[in-house]
């Protein structure tokens, strides 16, 4: 079996790690006694393009437990756990393609290898996937039946070649299902975000003054959680309506320009680039913290840091100190790439839990239901996206109640009024 990983020494210690995740992924378990019995993928072959995580791991396992010829590749260069690399070789005989640290190089001959085994559903985070096939690989578009995509960014650039008309196949828009960006996106960044500044830097929150860039769902848990351990926020937008929301959630909103010169820790989640740049870097107190929870490196202008720096050096696993010409250091993290993943583990798993029970139902949706659906990309069908919830409440011991006939009645008359 091919593959292309760290060690295979590391696989022992990959699968207790699965296995740890894999005890807060209940949905997923429900998915997977399902998936033997139905074997929706039976025969497909299916290529993923992930971070390579436990919580991956374990989605793996499922795919595979429904029948699917999985195989794995890296969604970001920093990002894959080696030791899951490896357990899945080992122990799953999954083929994965990712090594931590990978080059850029690297990198893409994995999306390649990965084709080579002429998938018929793509899973991308981030559309890498599917952007190698319709730029490079063409000959296969008529051979996939559908795919899945992750995350916001994904689903931005999907939409942007669906528009143009170039999109080859359907896709569905796994990040679109509120069981997925309502939790993922603000709980799972939220806590992954801070946890990887922590791990990175060691430094104490409480009376600092943190800046967010972009509040969207993932802005929004980060400035929820960097909140929650005393820092005092600061919010920038360029939307008025979410900035007068962060406004109105208790945060002091301003623009980069003023916030650059206050802010001891800065994070970007906006999924645009060079939000902090040039003009800011000047401004910043000695010693200012910058990182990105967004999609790509872009966020962080570090061509222009590196080109204005007089000195950099790594002071610290993950921390890249520069020196301006004004004498001021500022400390950039994990290579202003996704700092919940390159330097803590990506989200915890009881929220990837419902995110990837997204991604299993989608994959088998589109085996049986891909050949009939339109090229394009569609939001995951309402009713994956209300039973993820159902099944989530029901594994933590939450009960709900039921509505009364007479307010089943109620809700769909337009006759009572006051
Ligand atoms: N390809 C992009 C990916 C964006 S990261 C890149 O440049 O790295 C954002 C996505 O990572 C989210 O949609 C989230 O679902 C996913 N993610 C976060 N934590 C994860 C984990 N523990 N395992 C796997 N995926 C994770």
């Not at 033997?36 to 971070?51: D, S, Y």
């Not at 320009?257 to 910043?284: N, P, Q, S, W, Y």
């Not at 050949?371 to 069908?381: A, L």
Request: hydrophobic content about 40%; overall charge negative.
């Amino acid at each position: 079996m091919n593959h292309d990983v760290k060690d295979l020494k590391l696989a022992n210690e990959g699968r207790q790690r699965i296995e740890w995740a894999a005890q807060a992924m209940p949905v997923l378990d429900g998915i997977e006694r399902r998936f033997i019995k139905a074997r929706p993928l039976q025969g497909v072959t299916l290529a993923a393009c992930l971070h390579v995580t436990t919580e991956t791991g374990r989605l793996m396992q499922v795919l595979k437990a429904g029948g699917a010829e999985v195989l794995l590749c890296a969604s970001n260069p920093l990002s894959t756990q080696d030791d899951v690399a490896a357990s899945l070789v080992v122990h799953d005989k999954i083929p994965v393609f990712a090594i931590k640290g990978e080059d850029r190089d690297t990198y893409f001959r994995h999306i390649h290898q990965v084709l080579d085994a002429k998938p018929r559903i793509t899973m991308d985070d981030g559309a890498d996937l599917v952007s190698t096939l319709h730029s490079e690989r063409r000959d296969q578009l008529s051979d996939i039946i559908g795919g899945t995509e992750e995350t916001t960014t994904g689903v931005i650039r999907l939409r942007s070649m669906a528009e143009k008309g170039v999109l080859g196949y359907p896709i569905i828009a796994v990040n679109d299902a509120n069981t997925k960006h309502l939790f993922d996106n603000r709980y799972g960044t939220g806590q992954s975000t801070v946890d990887g500044i922590v791990r990175a830097t060691n430094r104490l929150l409480a009376g600092c003054t943190f800046v967010v860039s972009g509040y969207g769902w993932c802005g929004r848990g980060v400035a929820m959680r960097a909140a929650g351990l005393g820092a005092r926020v600061i919010v920038t937008e360029v939307d008025p309506l979410r900035a007068l929301e962060a406004v109105m959630d208790g945060y002091t909103v301003a623009p980069m320009e003023e916030a650059a010169k206050i802010g001891d820790f800065f994070c970007t989640v906006t999924g645009d680039m060079h939000v902090l740049r040039k003009e800011h870097f000047e401004k910043m107190k000695d010693g200012a913290i910058l990182c990105n929870s967004g999609h790509f490196d872009i966020e962080i202008d570090l061509e222009s840091l590196k080109a204005t720096a007089t000195d950099r050096r790594l002071i610290r696993d993950q921390v890249e100190e520069f020196t301006l010409p004004n004498g001021r250091h500022i400390n950039v993290l994990s290579e202003g790439r996704l700092v919940n993943l390159a330097a803590a583990e990506g989200h915890p798993s009881s929220v990837m839990d419902m995110s990837f029970a997204n991604q299993a139902l989608c994959a088998a949706y589109m085996a049986q239901n891909g050949k009939d659906t339109p090229k394009g990309v569609m939001g995951v069908p309402e009713e994956i996206d209300r039973e993820i919830a159902r099944l989530k409440l029901q594994a933590m011991g939450i009960a709900i109640d039921t509505l009364t006939p007479e307010q089943e009645r109620y809700l769909n008359s337009w006759e009572m009024g006051t």
